[in-house]
């Protein structure tokens, strides 16, 4: 979660976040943010990736401005579906297991919320 603090702020996209807003974070973990730059071949690790322009998007798309969504609210086995930040819907699922999955719509971009709210 450092990098993902870390992104919030290097990309500039805290800017569009005050105390004032409502908004669901999905902070990927700091593993995610190290696969990511592994999967793009930068020798920097995450470091690198927060100076590279995916960084901006990439953490755009892990925002649903305008909801405050907590895991309670989610019906299980039902599939809820927000815009994210950057455009693209998300589609967020409670299982009866109670693990959540967020999965960008239309895509094979799946992640798993490791802790809920």
Do not use: H, M
């Not at 105390?19 to 071949?41: C, G, H, M, W, Y």
């Not at 322009?53 to 309670?72: C, D, H, V």
């Not at 967020?102 to 971009?109: F, H, K, T």
């Amino acid at each position: 979660v450092n990098v993902a603090i870390e992104a919030l702020n290097v990309t500039g996209v805290s800017e569009l976040l005050t105390n004032e807003t409502v908004a669901t974070i999905f902070a990927p973990s700091d593993a995610a943010f190290a696969s990511l730059a592994k999967r793009l071949d930068l020798a920097g690790g995450a470091p690198e990736l927060l100076s590279n322009a995916l960084a901006y998007n990439f953490t755009l798309l892990s925002i649903i401005p305008g909801k405050a969504l907590r895991s309670t609210d989610l019906p299980v086995n039902q599939v809820v579906t927000a815009p994210s930040l950057l455009g693209p819907n998300l589609e967020i699922e409670r299982t009866a297991g109670r693990a959540i999955r967020v999965r960008v719509e239309g895509s094979n971009n799946t992640a798993e919320v490791v802790k809920a709210d």
